[in-house]
């Protein structure tokens, strides 16, 4: 049965016209409400018309799962998405950010950004008067982390106290995965090699946001990390804008790979979740990626339907 759409809209109408541009924007039982309509418009339950509403896409990185997912959230929302690749507009010659926000301001309903600076993505929103999304910066994912948590839902029935052991760098997705399992009651460990741990400060914005007794920490030991771990989660060992450091990195990270054996080592109901792309035989082994592709691809698939709720709820929908 859907949830009463008053009893949504009551715990969501605060984030309507908002900006989501970290994890922390969003507060637990907002995210939670979020899950439930997801799941409504996932299963067809609810149907939610914006009408012609326009989501400008701005995005100086390369992207499949983000891109694709937002166009086809606005279309079933019955809106569309513009693409303004930097590089055909006249931000790629200079235009400042300041101008160009208040332009599309007057065109646009939202924006999604996917760039390197968590600061230049903040200056687009301190211009704007239309809400502004994180598609990606270099120290936030919060798109990727919400696709991640309602996953983790879905398979297990609940939220609170579960254990989530991220293996690798200590990058954008580890940090919204903190801040965002935080304040859900998760459990979120983050094991790095020394010298990539993830920021301290996002750490210590988590442990401040925690609920339900949740704990973050972060180590260096994958072989003791994964123990008890529920959810083994891991993403590339470079990210884009690091590929000059791939080889290194690739030396540095060889014991922070997620293989069968430290699956073996982990709570018997584990499931492994990668955000994708994949690098085999890096982060992740052919066979764990394999053995794991249902929850893998119903993770990015999920990143289509919380990201249609969250336009649903910024746009004004319910
Ligand atoms: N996971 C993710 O954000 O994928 P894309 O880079 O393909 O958008
Ligand atoms: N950490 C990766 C995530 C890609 C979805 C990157 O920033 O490249």
């Not at 760098?169 to 090699?193: E, F, H, Q, R, T």
């Amino acid at each position: 049965m859907p949830s009463s759409p008053i009893g949504l809209a009551s715990k969501l109408s605060t984030f309507s016209n908002n900006d989501f541009l970290s994890s922390s924007d969003l507060k637990s039982d907002q995210v939670l409400a979020l899950f439930e309509l997801a799941k409504e418009l996932k299963t067809g339950n609810r149907r939610i018309d914006l009408g012609n509403r326009v989501l400008g896409l701005i995005f100086k990185k390369a992207s499949t799962r983000t891109r694709v997912s937002f166009q086809v959230a606005m279309a079933r929302l019955g809106g569309q998405t513009v693409d303004l690749n930097p590089q055909n507009t006249q931000l790629g010659r200079g235009e400042p950010i300041k101008d160009t926000a208040r332009v599309l301001s007057r065109y646009c309903d939202a924006l999604a950004i996917r760039t390197f600076s968590q600061q230049e993505l903040e200056e687009y929103a301190e211009w704007s008067t239309i809400p502004v999304i994180n598609a990606l910066t270099d120290l936030e994912h919060p798109c990727q982390a919400l696709a991640d948590y309602l996953t983790i839902q879905e398979k297990f029935g609940k939220l609170k106290g579960i254990n989530l052991t991220y293996i690798g760098d200590g990058n954008n997705v580890a940090n919204s995965l903190m801040l965002c399992g935080s304040m859900l009651g998760v459990n979120v460990k983050i094991c790095s090699p020394k010298g990539f741990e993830a920021d301290s400060h996002i750490a210590e914005k988590a442990e401040s946001l925690s609920e339900f007794g949740s704990k973050i920490s972060i180590c260096n030991n994958p072989l003791k990390a994964v123990k008890e771990a529920q959810v083994i989660y891991t993403d590339v060992w470079a990210s884009m804008g690091q590929e000059e450091e791939h080889i290194k990195r690739k030396e540095i990270f060889e014991k922070y790979k997620v293989d069968q054996k430290l699956i073996g080592l982990a709570d018997d109901e584990v499931i492994v979740l990668h955000c994708l792309p994949a690098h085999r035989g890096e982060e992740i082994t052919e066979e764990a990626l394999e053995s794991q592709s249902d929850h893998v691809f119903n993770q990015a698939e999920n990143r289509l339907h919380v990201q249609q709720a969250l336009l649903a709820v910024q746009l004004g929908g319910l």
